[in-house]
């Protein structure tokens, strides 16, 4: 097969992502490192701390996929982080328009201010941007690249167990708050579970998709991102360890699962380099 009938990733999708990967770097960065500032250093205060944390760590590893996957000129390479990027983002823009009473927008602090209308403005525009972009995307023409390594059974029934748990649990996050907040494993508020739901979904979406594309030459921006996502949740454990009620199952279960997104992540990364 000639590299030119393979389909390539456009100019359009490369630019979005490598945007967004620095606009989700920015924002993971003040959470993840300024849990306990989010009355200044974010677009709404977070409490307790250990969620803002939390809600970094996803955009951390939201950069290192997104960015990887700007990097590919070969779509099948590429196409990872978009389907489940533009989800969380559609569901981010509905629960920012939700909850709008309690962003900053009457902060007289500058950057406090300014860093909320940029929040608006990236979840409007970001979701009808990368739509576009998608479905232009669609209309490149060429095929994929045959697969080099399909997917060991038990790898990929991880991923689409990990990717059903996240999924589903975050649209019940979104969708009925009231239900699921008593089932976490530390407090939110209806704002911070939604947000939450948010990368749920699109985590969800993005296993799942990893689970279909079975192919490793297609996952190392996918498996660097939750690799990433596995320890850095995991080290965030160690950061806040009162948060959490260690007599709870869910903790428990919160606590294991994290886990095997990291071992999965770094078995994946691994096996996934290789077929570079």
């Known amino acids: 097969m000639h590299n030119t009938n ?153 991923l689409i167990l990990q990717g059903l748990i996240m999924f589903f649990f975050g649209a019940a996050m979104l969708l009925i708050p009231e239900t699921t907040i008593p089932l976490w494993p530390w407090k939110l508020s209806v704002l911070t579970s939604q947000a939450i739901g948010g990368w749920g979904v699109g985590i969800g979406i993005i296993a799942l998709h990893a689970s279909w594309e079975n192919d490793w030459a297609r996952l190392f921006p996918m498996m660097a991102g939750y690799t990433v996502y596995g320890a850095l949740q995991t080290i965030n454990l160690l950061r806040y360890p009162d948060v959490l009620d260690w007599t709870r199952f869910s903790a428990l279960f919160y606590t294991f699962f994290v886990m095997t997104l990291f071992l999965t992540g770094a078995y994946g990364t691994w096996k996934a380099q290789q077929q570079k």
């Open 6 to 158: 393979l389909k390539k990733t456009t100019a359009g999708i490369r630019i979005i992502l490598y945007v967004a990967s620095f606009l989700v770097l920015s924002v993971g960065l003040s959470l993840y490192f300024f849990s306990e500032k989010t009355d200044i250093y974010f677009s709404w205060t977070i409490n307790p701390p250990m969620t803002a944390a939390f809600l970094g760590v996803g955009y951390l590893a939201s950069f290192l996929t997104e960015f990887l996957s700007a990097r590919e000129k070969i779509w099948a390479r590429a196409r990872i982080a978009v389907p489940g990027v533009l989800a969380f983002t559609i569901l981010t823009s509905i629960v920012t328009l939700l909850h709008l009473d309690r962003f900053h927008f009457d902060s007289s602090v500058f950057i406090t201010l300014a860093g909320t209308w940029v929040w608006l403005f990236i979840y409007i525009s970001v979701p009808i941007a990368l739509s576009v972009l998608w479905a232009l995307q669609a209309r490149q023409p060429g095929i994929d690249p045959a697969r080099k390594e399909s997917l060991p059974v038990w790898i990929r029934s991880t």
